[in-house]
């Protein structure tokens, strides 16, 4: 079957650790990204990934980090720098193509993470 | 910078009525798509529809559509023969054609909760 894996799907974590959310898809798709979401809000974009060993910060990056060495593959590490982790986690991959209308982004099941 | 609005934090529908859903956006581009996401309680995000803002036509999926108004810039999703199933938050979605720096991301808005009444 063709989608999208986060793992795990709680993941619980003590002040000042680091703690990384695996995310995996095996439907070829060049571009990546990540979502926080918090409750009453949309989703905000992390970072995202166009091609491999390449990623970019989105709008909420600080206290995050990436990275994109396999294709399939899209770990992002939620470092203790991050003020207010405890949130929903959503990873997503869509097909890169500039000016094409085939680039749905597609979303995992998502990680909820949660800061004792 | 390109915002998504939705105005409606809860909605209720009785089972095999319908409902609309509303979104307003703002934007200065000509060229976009917008698109209506649902999740439900499992959290999982589904795609429910999408549009093509040069497209004039209004996206038909099943029992789902969308009346999309580029002047007004609102993009409501109306949702037909409402099932059980059909419970979940809502989400209206914008995303630029320009694929320069990050402009091709989504931007969400905040959600619709929809509960279906038996």
């Known amino acids: 079957d063709g989608g999208i894996t986060q793992s795990p799907k709680y993941l619980f974590r003590k002040e000042g650790q680091n703690v990384t959310l695996s995310c995996e898809q095996n439907?070829?798709?060049?571009?990546m990204y990540w979502y926080r979401q918090d409750p009453g809000q949309g989703l905000r974009l992390i970072y995202y990934?166009?091609?491999?060993?390449?990623?970019q910060k989105g709008d909420i990056a600080e206290g995050y980090s990436v990275s994109r060495e396999k294709k399939e593959s899209f770990p992002l590490t939620v470092t203790s720098a991050q003020k207010n982790p405890t949130a929903f986690y959503l990873c997503?991959?869509?097909?890169?193509?500039?000016?094409?209308?085939?680039?749905?982004?597609?979303f995992g099941p998502g990680t909820r993470l949660t800061v004792l | 910078a390109q915002t998504v609005t939705q105005s409606q934090p809860e909605m209720s529908v009785q089972e095999a009525e319908t409902v609309t859903l509303s979104c307003t956006y703002d934007?200065?581009?000509?060229?976009?798509?917008l698109f209506w996401y649902k999740q439900p309680p499992s959290r999982q995000m589904i795609l429910v529809i999408r549009?093509?803002?040069?497209?004039?036509q209004n996206a038909t999926e099943n029992r789902f559509s969308v009346n999309f108004q580029k002047a007004a810039k609102s993009f409501s999703l109306k949702i037909s023969d409402s099932q059980l199933g059909d419970a979940a938050m809502y989400f209206c979605?914008?995303?630029?054609?320009?694929?320069?720096?990050?402009?091709?991301?989504?931007?969400f808005g905040k959600g619709t909760k929809l509960s279906v009444k038996p």
């Open positions: 997503a991959s869509s097909i890169w193509a500039p000016g094409s209308s085939t680039d749905t982004q597609y």
């Open positions: 549009q093509e803002a040069y497209k004039q």
């Open positions: 979605a914008y995303r630029s054609a320009n694929y320069g720096g990050s402009q091709g991301n989504l931007i």
């Open positions: 934007t200065s581009e000509s060229d976009y798509y």
């Open positions: 990934s166009q091609i491999v060993n390449d990623f």
């Open positions: 439907l070829n798709h060049d571009a």
